[in-house]
């Protein structure tokens, strides 16, 4: 079982230069959820999604695209990288329920020169 | 702004020394999680809890509700225990959809 699966591990981009952070999860969860993790602050809410076909914006997406066509991937857009969105990003789900454990990815550590 | 205190930001503990690192929150909640990050950069879930207590292994997680506080304890500690412990709380109030905010962590080092 692998749970949430993020790609890459590492990316570094230029500026302006767009690309997609793939997750995908196999546990049949109909939440997932896309955050960023910058030093000396918390995890902040990007993008999620409450299921197929449905996405809401987060504390912080500005600059990030997301679509849901599927329960199991949900890949996080970055449309013209800046610099600012340098970053380690974690996706994650959880069962729909609202108080259930989340799963989450192995990150994505990404420079944006 | 609802927030997510935690304290303290850094620790460092010898080995076997008993741990606590505490969390705040601001207003009415649903619940809290504490969450275990390695060094590596993984993130995985501790405990999920409303209330009271509970326990896996040498590690116990408390919640008062009334004072807004949770504890996350470590009996026993040891090396590889060293790693970054965040809160998080999925705040009551609708349109939330039950998202998280998340604590800025703390960074535990147990030495041998």
């Known amino acids: 079982n692998a749970g949430v699966t993020q790609t890459p591990k590492f990316q570094v981009l230029k500026t302006g230069q767009s690309m997609t952070l793939q997750c995908a999860q196999d546990m049949n969860h109909e939440y997932m959820s896309w955050y960023r993790q910058d030093p000396g602050m918390g995890l902040r809410l990007i993008h999620y999604s409450v299921g197929a076909g449905i996405t809401d914006q987060g504390e912080v997406p500005n600059g990030y695209n997301v679509s849901r066509s599927t329960t199991e991937d949900f890949p996080l857009r970055l449309l013209s990288a800046a610099p600012s969105q340098t970053s380690v990003y974690f996706c994650?789900?959880?069962?729909?329920?609202?108080?259930?454990?989340?799963?989450f990815g192995d990150g994505t550590r990404l420079s944006i020169l | 702004k609802n927030e997510v205190e935690q304290s303290p930001q850094n620790l460092t503990a010898q080995e076997g020394e008993f741990i606590t690192i505490n969390c705040s929150y601001s207003v009415g909640i649903s619940a809290l999680h504490w969450l275990q990050q390695h060094p590596g950069g993984g993130i995985v879930s501790l405990f999920m809890?409303?209330?009271g207590k509970k326990k896996h292994g040498r590690l116990i997680a408390t919640i008062n509700i009334q004072e807004k506080h949770s504890s996350l304890h470590i009996t026993a500690s040891h090396p590889r225990d060293s790693a970054v412990y965040i809160c998080?709380?999925?705040?009551?109030?609708?349109?939330?959809?039950?998202?998280?905010?998340f604590g800025k962590g703390t960074k535990l080092s147990v030495k041998p």
């Open positions: 994650a789900s959880r069962r729909g329920r609202v108080n259930q454990p989340q799963h």
């Open positions: 998080a709380v999925r705040y009551n109030y609708g349109g939330s959809q039950g998202n998280l905010i």
């Open positions: 809890l409303s209330s």
